[in-house]
């Protein structure tokens, strides 16, 4: 069993900034995989950045490569995404995610068996 809390959404203008972070609790986080996913009225939850059992592995999503940067700290239990030079089409409800079943990231959500309450991002000017 796996608990996972979000913060660190809000508004915020475009080109700017926020971090989300994602507290884990429960013994199967430190060998399973991590994902932020992204979901917006009317569309499909889709994948932002994943990220395997212990950092050395990382996948973006094509539209914020070189813009977000997903991190994990094991002995903190805690998955982050920072986002930098936001855009609008980032506006969504974003969800921390945990694949217990697997330590290396898969990008299909139905992968992935425990799930964050979700925390919203609004960039607008």
């Known amino acids: 069993q796996v608990r996972l809390v979000e913060s660190g959404g809000g508004l915020v203008q475009p080109g700017g900034s926020l971090r989300l972070s994602c507290a884990a609790s429960g013994p199967s986080f430190i060998t399973s995989a991590m994902g932020w996913f992204r979901q917006v009225p009317g569309k499909e939850r889709e994948f932002v950045a994943l990220?395997?059992?212990?950092?050395?592995?990382?996948i973006y999503k094509d539209s914020v490569k070189g813009r977000f940067t997903i991190s994990r700290d094991n002995a903190r239990n805690t998955v982050d995404l920072q986002m930098n030079s936001l855009l609008s089409e980032d506006t969504g409800v974003y969800y921390c995610?945990?694949?217990?079943?697997?330590?290396?990231?898969?990008?299909?959500?139905?992968?992935?068996?425990?799930w964050g309450q979700g925390t919203q991002v609004t960039v607008s000017s």
């Open positions: 995610a945990c694949d217990s079943q697997n330590g290396f990231p898969r990008s299909d959500p139905g992968d992935y068996d425990y």
């Open positions: 990220i395997n059992w212990n950092g050395g592995s990382k």
